[in-house]
């Protein structure tokens, strides 16, 4: 089955603790990206990545760090999590073929 | 940058109305527009999209009107259903090389019976 899969969909972490949310997907896209989305704002972008070995950074990318080591993987990390990174993250990818976004399921991340 | 504002925040109509919602955007060298539907507790899903060369787009009860001169487009519901009720973001994006899609604020919508 075609996927976008996310872990942990659930984390309750403290402040200043280093923590990584794995994201993979299995149909071969080039693109994927990371959002955070928060009541009110909507889906912000985090990071992106257009294919192996190449990221960049979206709208909100401060206190993030992403990497692309292999095409099917793209983490998340928060080197040090502080309070207002609690949200909501959805990993996603596409084709460049294609236009059409694919999300994973979601991670909700509460840092204390 | 682009920027995308979305209206209303929330909408509230009778089982069988329509139902519109309303984005414009700031960058016209846009060309994408996808909508996409989030159920509660779930992943956005794309439910229908319009690129610049065609004015509007249906499926089924669904369909995306496209203004560029105005820079605005929108989303019709027809024959709204209690399965429609959702948040529904809009997006835009150029598409050249990376698609970047900034996204609206999203709309709630609730369709009671």
């Known amino acids: 089955e075609a996927q976008v899969t996310q872990n942990p969909r659930y984390l309750i972490t403290v402040t200043g603790k280093k923590l990584t949310v794995t994201c993979s997907q299995n149909?071969?896209?080039?693109?994927m990206s990371w959002y955070r989305q928060d009541p009110g704002l909507g889906l912000r972008q985090i990071y992106y990545?257009?294919?192996?070995?190449?990221?960049d950074k979206g709208d909100v990318p401060e206190g993030y760090k992403v990497s692309r080591k292999e095409k099917r993987n793209f983490p998340l990390i928060l080197e040090s999590p502080s309070p207002n990174q609690t949200s909501l993250y959805f990993c996603?990818?596409?084709?460049?073929?294609?236009?059409?976004?694919?999300f994973g399921p979601g991670t909700r991340l509460t840092v204390l | 940058g682009e920027n995308v504002e979305q209206h209303p925040s929330t909408l509230s109509v009778q089982e069988g109305d329509s139902a519109v919602i309303k984005c414009t955007y700031s960058?016209?060298?846009?060309?994408?527009f996808p909508w996409y539907k989030q159920e509660l507790g779930k992943r956005p899903q794309l439910i229908i999209d319009?690129?610049?060369?065609?004015g509007e787009k249906k499926d089924q009860r669904i369909a995306v009107t496209l203004n560029k001169t105005a820079k605005h487009f929108s989303l019709h519901i027809t024959e709204t259903q209690p399965e429609d009720s959702a948040v529904y973001f809009c997006?835009?994006?150029?598409?050249?090389?990376?698609?970047?899609?900034?996204f609206g604020t999203g709309t709630r919508l609730l369709v009671s019976p």
């Open positions: 990545s257009m294919n192996v070995e190449v990221t």
């Open positions: 149909m071969n896209h080039e693109y």
């Open positions: 960058d016209s060298a846009s060309n994408y």
């Open positions: 996603a990818s596409s084709s460049a073929l294609t236009d059409t976004q694919y």
């Open positions: 997006a835009a994006s150029r598409r050249t090389g990376f698609q970047k899609l900034v």
């Open positions: 319009i690129r610049s060369n065609v």
